[in-house]
């Protein structure tokens, strides 16, 4: 099949009035993105978020070097580095990228999708972006989790304009960086990117196709400082320890975070997948006849990068777990085209309008209505622990956090907690030493050199000893299935039996002080 396959479909031509019309309702869907996308950035920093900021911190080279440790994710401590020593470290400033990252993904779509398909196609698949709850917590969360959305956009846009132009070499260029760019948000987005996006060549045409591998070797000479990075930080310990394999509860929680976010609202989740599976059920159904191979192509296109990657990932997961929802978020675009490009194939007669108008318009409105609700959602609650242990500690009572990895966002709300030069502290990079008084634990398995937890009752008395008769113990990122619930086990136990105790909880985070214990 020639490369003329990946063209617009007939009647996509645009007048420049038409033209200069998408421009602007392009521009409106982007302010609306924009406006979702800012309206909760103070919020409190999740854990994974304030080790952007921990290595933005560092020296740029020395930043460099702790790749091996981060090896996945590089370029948002990268962007940050300049940016905290202009503009500070508040919370909306470490999101700041991400926000303008999921804002450009939405016009990035609108151009990706049209090479796939025609406008009012595009603008909808651009739309669904916007308005996608997932898309708007992820471009709100300080990793580079909204690049991917971009990169992806990028990629599979430019990959269609550099078959149809043969060899020129600008848009092969514009391609491999792309794809550059993705690989180093994460080191498993471009693998499960390249089976779809060997669909779309293997279209063009056999010498289209051929260019496209030639690609993918110069591809691979720009990872080459991310795979040496990775190697290192996979000889140091294995990132994603802690993820389960697939099993129903994870398979509802993807759809759940695809569907409607973090908003908690399941009727979310089956309303966009009931509409979406009736629009794209119709489309493919109308399409089973002969003499509608293109527009076929086109939508088998949209399914291959919206469902292929999450597929791939979920069937890998069961010989080696590596599923995540988030880690699948590069299928997300593809899916707000696939539901598109199945509509657009529907609306054009009366009967397939008066079906997906009610669907697409339905998507719409339930993943507003989702956003509305996760404007609040925090996936971890620092300000209230780190307040009471501000008003409450002295320096000389001891601190035991378990987990360990809870450090720097918990140095990010009391100063205490970091480096006496004010940087974050990570335990497992071993570059700045432990504030005085913290003890840490980690989970079976986890990151740093530190004992196992949960500490024993011993190690909890021999502490309040330490601290004439007063110890804190913080709970947040443990493993439940690992360490049993921290809040009743030994050392909770003991501190009842010989202190006056007092908790505080909040979301994701807990904490206990222990005083006038005897004994």
């Excluded at 479909?9 to 993105?33: D, F, M, W």
């Excluded at 020593?85 to 990252?101: C, D, K, Q, W």
């Excluded at 969360?141 to 132009?165: K, T």
């Excluded at 050199?449 to 024993?456: C, D, E, L, R």
Aim: with cysteine.
């Amino acid at each position: 099949m020639s490369a003329s396959t990946l063209s617009p479909p007939p009647g996509a031509a645009r007048t420049e009035t038409q033209l200069s019309r998408e421009k602007k309702l392009i521009a409106a869907l982007t302010v609306l993105a924009l406006a979702l996308r800012v309206s909760s950035l103070s919020r409190s920093l999740f854990t994974d978020e304030a080790y952007s900021l921990a290595l933005a911190q560092r020296g740029f080279p020395h930043m460099l070097g702790l790749f091996g440790y981060e090896a996945n994710g590089t370029p948002y401590p990268i962007v940050l580095w300049p940016l905290i020593r202009i503009f500070g470290e508040s919370e909306t400033l470490l999101r700041l990228p991400a926000v303008l990252a999921g804002t450009a993904s939405v016009p990035a779509l609108w151009w990706a999708a049209r090479r796939y398909t025609t406008p009012a196609a595009a603008l909808v698949a651009a739309a669904l972006l916007a308005l996608n709850p997932m898309a708007v917590f992820y471009s709100q969360f300080a990793r580079p989790y909204a690049f991917v959305m971009l990169a992806a956009c990028l990629a599979f846009g430019a990959l269609p304009r550099a078959l149809q132009r043969g060899g020129a070499r600008g848009p092969w260029v514009g391609y491999v960086l792309a794809m550059a760019l993705l690989a180093y948000c994460d080191i498993l987005a471009a693998p499960i990117a390249i089976p779809a996006q060997a669909l779309i060549a293997w279209r063009a045409g056999r010498d289209a196709f051929r260019r496209w591998l030639l690609s993918l070797g110069a591809l691979l000479l720009c990872c080459v400082p991310l795979l040496i990075a990775a190697a290192i930080a996979h000889g140091r310990r294995n990132a994603l320890y802690w993820l389960p394999k697939p099993d129903r509860g994870l398979v509802m929680l993807a759809l759940q975070e695809f569907a409607g976010g973090f908003s908690e609202v399941s009727a979310v989740r089956w309303a966009t997948i009931g509409a979406g599976a009736v629009v794209v059920g119709a489309a493919l159904w109308s399409l089973r006849g002969r003499g509608a191979g293109a527009e076929r192509s086109t939508l088998v296109t949209a399914i291959a990068w919206g469902i292929l990657p999450p597929l791939l990932l979920l069937i890998v997961s069961f010989a080696r777990p590596l599923f995540w929802p988030r880690y699948a978020i590069i299928a997300l675009p593809g899916l707000c085209l696939l539901f598109a490009v199945a509509g657009e194939h529907l609306w054009r007669s009366r009967r397939g309008l008066l079906l997906a108008a009610p669907c697409i318009g339905a998507i719409a409105l339930v993943s507003l209505f989702a956003d509305v609700r996760q404007r609040d959602k925090r996936q971890e609650n620092w300000p209230p622990a780190a307040a009471w242990l501000r008003a409450a500690r002295t320096s000389s009572q001891p601190v035991i956090l378990d987990n360990v990895l809870s450090l720097p966002v918990l140095g990010y709300y009391d100063a205490a907690f970091r480096a006496p030069g004010g940087e974050s502290v990570v335990q497992e990079w071993h570059d700045r030493p432990l504030p005085v008084n913290v003890v840490g634990f980690k989970d079976p398995g986890g990151y740093g050199a530190v004992a196992n937890g949960p500490p024993s009752a011993a190690e909890i008395a021999a502490l309040a000893r330490r601290g004439a008769g007063t110890v804190w113990m913080l709970t947040a990122q443990y493993d439940k299935t690992l360490q049993g619930d921290l809040r009743t086990g030994p050392p909770v136990a003991w501190s009842r039996a010989h202190c006056r105790v007092q908790t505080r909880e909040s979301t994701g985070v807990w904490v206990m002080r222990a005083s006038s214990c005897r004994g």
